[in-house]
């Protein structure tokens, strides 16, 4: 991390640049889609809240791996562990999601402050070994703690209340979609916010050149524990959303597998673009999904495929595809422009 | 708003009614067909497909009409519980399916109890042994197996034949804690006497150390539960290149040296002592034509196991219950049906419990053995009508 890893940040000088309608349409256009899928899905909102559910995670992983260059393999700890708080809520205080959702937050946001503060100063390959450490360490407190968590069987027992005492949550799922839309909007009003204000663009320079940013008077340690933080807040968020929408956890929500789903989807859909979550996670799911109904032996060829092929030729992810159809377009206006 | 979703479900319930009266009957088989547990997936359907190719598409049903049974499967791709709660959803919303089938994992059936009670939706579980689980939801039935009458016969064998002194080495997760505790409940309540007990790691391949400290006990028996695959070999391999097997301790296992994972040992494991549901040699009439079938259709590399058996199972019970109540009924109908069911499963006679929906079976005793070159699991004692004896020690909470 103390090399400066990329500047694609800076646009080619020759790109066409976005008028303000397309860059509207281009804000507008996935919560656009997400509010249309709830009136023509029947029968499937299920697989559009799973798809949410996946992009807050990724959303929450991309300021951490994106925005502050912390490349960690132990997400998945703050994810699971705010799945089982927002679970053993349920059982043990109150069957209130909203509340269960808040407490999830406080617990994993907690936990990722108390193992970055442990961790963070650390960078690398380091950093990523103790990343794996302590998701394994957590996977495997969720495992032997059979009494409170119900180990390798899962916590069973989970109830959870209507909404304001009136959503309920059943089998077609309204509830859990509309749930889960509202908490990824506003978790990415947030981020979209905190990554365009002047602590969004120290994490930049963090990145490209930490020793610099130090030398300016960064305070970079207490930057990356503060991101890091509100990075494990959203990915209990987004298991906490998990939780209540399946009413059941499972320990493979603590699992490096999930660490590593999380991980190509944002890859695919491309870093340091907050919607680059949203596309990554989207192609994801609904390939695997596809796929699998077509011939249940064939999604991981294609997923795997889709993966070497966007990081061999599209460095940002499948957000690049826009980049370079302006650059045609841009290229196609130059000629034109040639008597 | 609740009104709102009430009236929602009447009509969807309604509606699959009516689609399911169109003489197909829908069942949506849920598994892992990629991933870690691919191989669960492949059985299920090849035991489904098997059953099907003998017993035809179509099952005639009260009204003298034939109807089709038609399986849709879904791959749960070896991911979280949440992954097989939304196949579930899609299944019967928009496939309207009659009946849920399939489960590998614990987890993935649990997920769907909430489903199940919702739509009314009788659920099939083919593979699925956490104890607990038909008390999830109503409509759950399950025609495979409960980790606890393995265990509880293997310790109750053991007392029976000479074992005074026993060692537990299990896998340090939940299915390894209840086969340890049935074991050494049943063993001690026979007169026998643990000397000690020990958990590893769910990947370990290394044994050399338990097995030391299993030889300074100086047990007669060493009663392991290990996952299939490499840490079982290993455990295997360990216990005989340690000197356990030539000091005279006996070693017993579950579902160790189920079939599908014997040509993977070496002659190390002839003489391993086994408590399981189905031993692939018995000479049942529905066992050799399901082998036979299962042979003809897939390949001699297909190999019927556990999994090829419970499918089939649960395919002909739900061919019994369409025959018996038609395709339409309610699905309360189908799982009242089901609870009192007897079958001639290839493993043996089977039975559904009526309280408790879960499967009733013999549990053999079986021994490695070598014939004709191959590693066969050959009976030498049996267990009749095994109740999961965890359903027997926690009683249903009356309401």
Do not use: C
């Not at chain 1, 020793?211 to 207490?222: D, E, K, L």
């Not at chain 2, 392991?224 to 079982?232: D, I, R, T």
């Amino acid at each position: 991390m103390t090399k400066p890893s990329s500047t694609t940040t800076l646009a080619p000088a020759a790109l066409a640049p976005i008028s303000k309608l397309w860059a509207t349409v281009g804000h507008v256009l996935p919560w656009a889609i997400a509010i249309g899928f709830f009136f023509v899905a029947e029968g499937s909102l299920s697989i559009g809240t799973q798809i949410m559910i996946w992009i807050l995670f990724a959303l929450s992983l991309d300021l951490i791996l994106g925005y502050a260059g912390i490349v960690t393999l132990g997400h998945a700890a703050f994810f699971g562990v705010g799945a089982y708080a927002a679970g053993l809520f349920s059982i043990h205080f109150s069957p209130d999601p909203l509340i269960g959702h808040i407490f999830a937050i406080v617990v994993s946001g907690l936990l990722g402050l108390v193992t970055g503060a442990l961790i963070l100063h650390t960078t690398g390959v380091t950093f990523l070994m103790l990343t794996l450490a302590t998701v394994s360490l957590i996977f495997e407190f969720g495992n032997q703690t059979r009494w409170l968590t119900g180990g390798d069987d899962g916590l069973q027992g989970m109830r959870v209340d209507p909404i304001f005492g009136m959503f309920e949550f059943n089998i077609f799922g309204q509830t859990a979609y509309v749930y889960a839309l509202v908490v990824l909007f506003i978790w990415f009003l947030f981020s979209w916010r905190l990554m365009h204000s002047p602590f969004g663009r120290s994490l930049d320079g963090i990145r490209q050149n930490s020793r610099r940013m130090r030398a300016i008077g960064t305070p970079v340690w207490w930057r990356l524990l503060a991101i890091y933080g509100i990075s494990a807040a959203m990915a209990g968020s987004a298991g906490a959303l998990l939780a209540h929408s399946t009413r059941f956890v499972g320990l493979s929500s603590l699992s490096l597998l999930t660490s590593g789903i999380v991980t190509v989807m944002l890859i695919l859909g491309g870093t340091r673009k907050l919607y680059g979550a949203f596309i990554g996670a989207a192609i994801y799911y609904l390939v695997q999904d596809s796929t699998a109904k077509i011939n249940p032996h064939f999604w991981e060829f294609i997923v795997g495929g889709m993966l070497i092929i966007t990081v061999l030729f599209l460095e940002g992810g499948l957000m690049d595809l826009g980049r370079i159809g302006r650059r045609l377009i841009s290229r196609f206006r130059q000629r034109s422009d040639l008597p | 708003m609740k009104l709102f979703m009430r009236a929602a479900a009447a009509a969807v319930l309604s509606l699959s009614a009516s689609v399911a009266s169109a003489d197909v009957v829908k069942i949506g088989l849920i598994a892992d067909f990629t991933g870690a547990f691919a191989v669960w997936g492949a059985q299920f359907q090849q035991g489904v497909e098997a059953y099907q190719a003998v017993n035809g598409k179509t099952v005639k049903g009260p009204d003298g009409k034939e109807h089709e049974i038609q399986f849709i499967y879904r791959d749960a791709t070896s991911a979280g519980p949440e992954k097989s709660k939304q196949l579930a959803e899609e299944l019967v919303l928009r496939e309207k399916v009659k009946f849920l089938a399939g489960f590998d994992l614990s987890p993935q059936a649990m997920a769907v109890a909430d489903i199940a009670t919702q739509a009314k939706v009788p659920v099939v579980i083919m593979n699925a042994a956490t104890a607990s689980i038909t008390r999830n939801s109503p409509y759950f039935v399950r025609v495979s197996m409960t980790i606890p009458q393995h265990g509880a016969v293997a310790g109750r064998w053991a007392a029976k034949n000479g074992i005074k002194k026993a060692y537990t080495i299990v896998s340090d997760y939940a299915p390894g804690y209840d086969a340890e505790n049935y074991f050494q409940k049943e063993f001690k309540a026979g007169g026998g006497e643990i000397v000690g007990s020990a958990r590893t790691p769910q990947q370990e391949t290394n044994y050399a150390a338990y097995m030391e400290k299993v030889l300074q006990a100086k047990p007669d028996a060493l009663f392991m539960f290990q996952p299939a695959g490499s840490p079982s070999i290993a455990f295997v391999k360990a216990y005989v290149e340690r000197g356990l097997k030539a000091a005279g301790i006996k070693l017993i296992g579950t579902g160790e040296t189920q079939q599908i994972f014997l040509p993977q040992f070496t002659d190390d494991v002839i003489g391993v002592v086994t408590s399981f549901h189905y031993t692939e040699t018995n000479t049942n009439p529905a066992n050799l034509a399901l082998k036979a079938q299962v042979t003809k259709m897939f390949g001699d590399k297909a190999i019927p196991d556990i999994a090829t058996v419970a499918a089939w199972d649960g395919t002909g019970l739900i061919y019994k219950g369409v025959a018996s109540l038609g395709p339409s009924a309610e699905g309360i109908k189908y799982v009242d049906f089901m609870k009192t069911q007897k079958i001639d499963s290839p493993r043996g006679p089977i039975q559904i419990d009526a309280n408790e929906r879960d499967i009733i079976q013999n549990i053999y005793i079986r021994q490695i053995e070598k014939r004709d070159g191959k590693l066969v699991n050959i009976d030498i004692g049996k267990e009749e009508m095994v109740k999961d004896p965890w359903k027997l020690d926690n009683p249903p909470k009356s309401n």
